[in-house]
């Protein structure tokens, strides 16, 4: 990262620099992809984003630079880091694929591409170079798209897996306010929680000081998605779950709030 930086201070000096995340596991695309998702409508439109998650680097996959609607630049691998984000922030109004020998690094490594082609063409955007200046034009509907399995919804229940687990341990959910208002969960104070470990009844708060030390709760995050966790311990150990486990959520025997 100092390398990517020291690039972009070269290319752009004064341009404020700013850094989301270091900690993606190793080659975990879908990790970056819900961090930039996450975190990108939070600064300010016009912005230009680098994300740098390549396990295919030096292949034949291609650099993109992507133009959102909100007015956003986003560069990076044509792998399906960038598409949620810019989804986020407006969609994908223009795409072109880095291929200038202009706007970037010679020579120019095989194994770094965030250094010496993603950072040199952030850096000219940074600056006011048309998008159009860094390579051809690409059909934004042929850009590499993630997979991304929604819940099932059924009457009284949700089946969805685990989309992420942070550093403390909670388990997000692809699962939004609708999906649980559709499933008839919406005003029910505790929620049965089924995995293949077993069975739990679960509150369902708005708050961790709603809950005691170490008694696990379901929550809405910050995000705007369900989420499974356990106060001041972790989520994933407790109910021993990883990315992609599969958990059922129905209503408990505790009637709903109005």
Known sequence: MGACRGVLATIAP??????????????DIDRGARMLEASLPYYPPGSVHVGVVDPGVGTSRRGIALRCGRGDHCVGPDNGLLMWAAE????????????????????????????????PAAAHLALGLELAALGPRLDPSGLVRLPRTGPEVG???????????????????????????????????????????????????????????????????SSGKLSLAVNQASAAQRFGLGVGGLVTFRAGEDRPTT
């Open 14 to 27: 004064g341009v404020p620099l700013a850094d989301i995340s270091h900690l993606v596991p190793s080659f």
């Open 88 to 119: 986020r922030l407006g969609g994908v109004t223009e795409a072109v694929e880095l291929s200038s020998d202009a706007h970037r690094l010679h020579p120019t490594s095989r194994t770094f591409h965030g250094r010496d082609i993603f950072a």
């Open 155 to 221: 009457a009284g229940s949700i089946r969805a897996r685990v989309g992420s687990i942070n550093g403390y341990g909670t388990c997000q959910f692809d699962v939004v306010d609708a999906d649980w208002e559709r499933a008839g969960l919406a005003g029910h104070p505790s929620i049965v929680v089924e995995v293949s470990g077993g069975t739990w009844t679960v509150p369902y708060v708005l708050t961790f000081g709603e809950i005691g030390r170490d008694e696990p709760l379901l929550f809405p995050d």
